[in-house]
T-cell receptor
Framework: NAGVTQTPKFRILKIGQSMTLQCAQDMNHNYMYWYRQDPGMGLKLIYY???????DKGEVPNGYNVSRSTTEDFPLRLELAAPSQTSVYFC?????????????FGAGSRLTVL | AQRVTQPEKLLSVFKGAPVELKCNYSYSGSPELFWYVQYSRQRLQLLLRHISRESIKGFTADLNKGETSFHLKKPFAQEEDSAMYYCALSGLQGAQKLVFGQGTRLTINP
């Protein structure tokens, strides 16, 4: 029972490069989320999705894009990476809106932009 | 707008002492409040939610709507309680987003 799987676990990017953080869940959850965790700042919501084909912005969407072509996958794309995007990224999912049910989190992806 | 404030970034107590992690929130509607915990080298996971009114690992949290607080308490701290704790809030009416506080790193000294 894999739950929420994130890849890669670690990545170093140069300024201006692009990359995609992968997130997959095998629980048939409709709701998926991307958060970034910065020291002393808590978790900030980047994007979320309420189902396949539907995505919406969170608190800090600038510099990121997402897609949700299937229920299982919710990749996060960074275009033109900047040092401010150095962070730990967490993907999460739930089978109901997060107010009604708990989130299952992935292990995180640590990204460094130099 | 939803907002969660955890005033203490770091909290250090001795084993056996009482623990209180503070959480204050701002929300105009009816809130659903949670405490999530991240132990070293583990994933972020739910500790407890106010609607369940349960005690998990000896921790309890009471929603005080008058003071807009949801403080996490444990009467006798244990070394395994050392972790990062996040308070989180969501609206009850069809909301899909969970807003987190800044987190408090709790260290239990032997």
């Amino acid at each position: 029972n894999a739950g929420v799987t994130q890849t890669p676990k670690f990545r170093i990017l140069k300024i201006g490069q692009s990359m995609t953080l992968q997130c997959a869940q095998d629980m048939n959850h409709n709701y998926m989320y991307w958060y970034r965790q910065d020291p002393g700042m808590g978790l900030k919501l980047i994007y979320y999705s309420v189902g396949a084909g539907i995505t919406d912005k969170g608190e800090v969407p600038n510099g990121y894009n997402v897609s949700r072509s299937t229920t299982e996958d919710f990749p996060l794309r960074l275009e033109l990476a900047a040092p401010s995007q150095t962070s730990v990224y967490f993907c999460a999912s739930s089978d109901q809106p997060s107010g009604a049910n708990v989130l299952t989190f992935g292990a995180g992806s640590r990204l460094t932009v130099l | 707008a939803q907002r969660v404030t955890q005033p203490e970034k770091l909290l250090s107590v001795f084993k056996g002492a009482p623990v209180e992690l503070k959480c204050n929130y701002s929300y105009s509607g009816s809130p659903e409040l949670f405490w999530y915990v991240q132990y070293s080298r583990q994933r972020l996971q739910l500790l407890l939610r106010h609607i369940s009114r349960e005690s998990i690992k000896g921790f309890t949290a009471d929603l005080n709507k008058g003071e807009t607080s949801f403080h996490l308490k444990k009467p006798f701290a244990q070394e395994e309680d050392s972790a990062m704790y996040y308070c989180a809030l969501s609206g009850l009416q069809g909301a899909q987003k969970l807003v987190f506080g800044q987190g408090t790193r709790l260290t239990i000294n032997p």
